[in-house]
């Protein structure tokens, strides 16, 4: 069992920035793909971006060239730098970590971090 526990969210200006990290402890050995994922009200759990334990990366359409994933092995923590951010991108984002071989929505999840981003 793996626990994740995400931190930095909070209320944010459109264009502003904010960074998310999330903290891994328990089996981290069994974790091969870490991600963030988001939800809004009324909305699907969608792919924000993952990274795996070797650094490949993929994010959403939607926030390429705004945010970055990054993972520290060593702390077993990743990390989310979001950047110009919109109002629409107002969610709860959530941590996952999973082993190789299993896909969304599988693996452990976080208790999830508010974002809001409004004037």
């Known amino acids: 069992q793996v626990q994740l526990v995400e931190s930095g969210g909070g209320l944010v200006q459109p264009g502003g920035s904010l960074r998310l990290s999330c903290a891994a402890s328990?089996?981290?050995?069994?974790?091969?793909?870490m991600g963030w994922y988001r939800q809004a009200p009324g909305k699907q759990r969608e792919l924000v971006a993952t990274?795996?334990?070797?650094?490949?990366?993929n994010y959403a359409d939607s926030v390429k060239g705004r945010f970055t994933i990054s993972r520290d092995n060593a702390k077993n923590t990743v990390y989310l730098q979001m950047n110009s951010l919109k109002p629409e991108e107002t969610a709860v984002y959530y941590c996952?970590?999973?082993?190789?071989?299993?896909?969304?929505?599988?693996?452990?999840w976080g208790q999830g971090t508010q974002v809001t981003v409004s004037s």
């Open positions: 990274v795996t334990t070797g650094g490949i990366t």
């Open positions: 996952n970590g999973r082993p190789l071989g299993r896909v969304f929505p599988a693996g452990d």
């Open positions: 328990g089996s981290t050995k069994s974790i091969y793909v």
